[in-house]
């Protein structure tokens, strides 16, 4: 038997304690417009919720106010892009004026980026990566009066089965 939707929301992390990025009005909006009803949009954010105190988001969040990160300067871009695994966060905007990203999964080195940039540091990398595109989208939906949205073009052009190896990685980013 279902638990009583009162006793669900009471359990959750409060929306109202989270930055506006990630509990505000256009983060809602998103939450509403991601799930066709209710009780899925309720799962959704109860996942999310436990997950970014899991990830320790807000702290990610907060470290990127105070040091003025940017897309590309995020802890482990460097370091990941000198192991071989190229990106761009925002190469441009589609016709829609949604962000575009852009990876070369094609040009990673496998034996490169094992031996130089760890699972471990990936992952840190991907919870600045994330936490910053939403203060991104939420920013610019703002801006635009509308929901600004991302779409990732991955050129996969020099894949072989030696990228096996980096399956871990994509674990990661999945």
């Known amino acids: 038997m279902p638990r009583p939707l009162s006793l669900t929301v009471i359990e959750l992390p409060s929306l109202g304690d989270a930055p506006d990025y990630v509990g505000g009005s256009v983060a809602l909006l998103r939450l509403v417009l991601s799930r066709p009803d209710s009780a899925l949009r309720l799962v959704l954010a109860q996942k999310m919720l436990k997950l970014r105190v899991k990830l320790g988001s807000d702290a990610k969040g907060e470290e990127i106010f105070e040091q003025g990160l940017s897309l590309h300067t995020f802890p482990g871009t460097a370091k990941m892009h000198a192991a071989s695994w190229e990106t761009n966060e925002f190469i441009g905007s589609n016709n829609k004026g949604d962000i575009v990203v852009f990876e070369r999964w094609g040009a990673v080195n496998p034996a490169k980026l094992m031996a130089e940039f760890s699972v471990e540091e990936y992952k ?20 635009a009066k509308r929901e600004v949205q991302f779409g990732i073009v991955i050129d996969t052009r020099g894949t072989s089965l030696a990228h096996r190896k980096v399956l871990p990685y994509m674990k990661e980013f999945s």
């Open 124 to 143: 840190t990398r991907e919870i600045y990566r994330f936490e910053g595109r939403a203060i991104a989208l939420d920013l610019l939906s703002r801006r």
